[in-house]
């Protein structure tokens, strides 16, 4: 970028036709330092960009506006709070184009609903989140009391007493994240050779039954889902006539057996002529005498034609 361009993209461009009698390079082109953001600024307004404190339900729509979600709010100043300045910021929801406002509360150092929306009230189980509640404001002044603290001590030592595991897991777990980097690292290497190892024996006996997966090894719950597994009788009779049928059958299979027997088919039929032919030319040269029943069928035959 050349020096001129770099001037006009700061700003820092001044035109031949500038005097510095003119002012500031804002007032020579009659605009303000904010720009846009401006644009209100005879009102009070200012535009910026405000960022959602907490989660918030919308009024328009009742959809959800997380907390960190971001938004174009006018700003404008709408009381005081002794020396400090109320600042209000209205802005549009994105979701249904619904009017927000929002205020600062000095006193008690939040951000309050002024209209178009409500805050979503997110309640926490102490015992859940394993946290301690805090005393309020009122009861951390009483204990100032030595009396009022007398008074508290006994309930004191019995939250302690029911906190008091909670408290020892917490430092048991605190002291594993902070003891020797050495043995950590060799405890995880050896649970990791250990892992391996069983993968390996169970890949392996895999393998030896045939299978192309690891089994996992056995457990008491999936025997005892195993046994309380009945097949019906079908099942059973199916079973036995299936190995019935291929205890009989032949140890051949169905191709060569029908080779086979088409094979043998065509020798005996070759045979058989061969065996037809050669009485056929026999019978031709007077080479053996027609036996009586054949003689019968011939006399049979000259008596029907006479």
């Known amino acids: ?19 510095p009698s003119q002012g500031s390079l ?3 082109h009659g605009q303000h330092a904010l720009r846009e953001r401006a644009r209100k600024i005879d009102q009070g307004i200012l535009i910026i960009r405000f960022e959602m404190p907490y989660n918030i339900w919308c ?10 979600v971001r938004f174009n709010a006018e700003k404008k100043q709408v ?3 002794y020396s400090t300045k109320i600042w209000s910021f209205t802005m549009k929801a994105a979701c249904c184009k619904h009017e927000i406002v929002i205020q600062t509360d000095p006193k008690n150092c939040e951000y309050v609903i002024i209209s178009g929306a409500q805050k979503k009230t997110e309640e926490f189980d102490i015992e859940d989140a394993e946290t301690f509640a805090l005393p309020a404001d009122e009861e951390r002044g009483k204990l100032a009391d030595p009396f009022y603290r007398l008074e508290h001590q006994e309930e ?6 029911e906190a008091e595991p ?17 043995s950590l690292n060799k405890a995880l290497r050896a649970q990791l050779r250990n892992q391996k190892k069983r993968v390996a024996e169970e890949e392996a ?4 039954r045939g299978l192309g997966i690891r089994l996992l090894p056995p457990s008491e719950k999936d025997t005892a889902s195993a046994a309380h597994v009945k097949f019906p009788y079908k099942f059973d009779k199916n079973r036995k006539d299936k190995r019935a049928l291929i205890n009989a059958a032949s140890i051949f299979s169905r191709s060569s057996a029908s080779s086979v027997t088409t094979k043998r088919q065509s020798e005996l039929e070759s045979k058989r002529r061969k065996i037809n032919a050669a009485a056929a030319s026999n ?16 006399t049979a035959r000259r008596h029907r034609g006479s």
């Not at 006996?205 to 030896?208: E, F, H, L, N, Y």
């Not at 007077?286 to 036996?291: A, E, F, I, V």
């Open 166 to 182: 909670v408290l020892v897991r917490l430092q048991r777990l605190s002291d594993d994240r902070h003891s020797d980097d050495y």
């Open 205 to 208: 006996a895999s393998r030896r």
């Open 59 to 68: 009024g328009g729509c009742n959809s959800m506006i997380a907390k960190g």
């Open 283 to 298: 019978l031709l040269a007077g080479g053996y005498k027609p036996s009586s029943w054949s003689q019968n069928c011939v």
């Open 1 to 19: 970028m050349s020096s001129l361009a770099a001037a006009r993209a700061d700003n820092f461009y001044y035109p031949p036709e500038w005097t």
């Open 26 to 28: 804002n007032k020579f």
């Open 156 to 161: 004191d030592l019995q939250k302690k007493k």
């Open 79 to 81: 009381g005081n709070y």
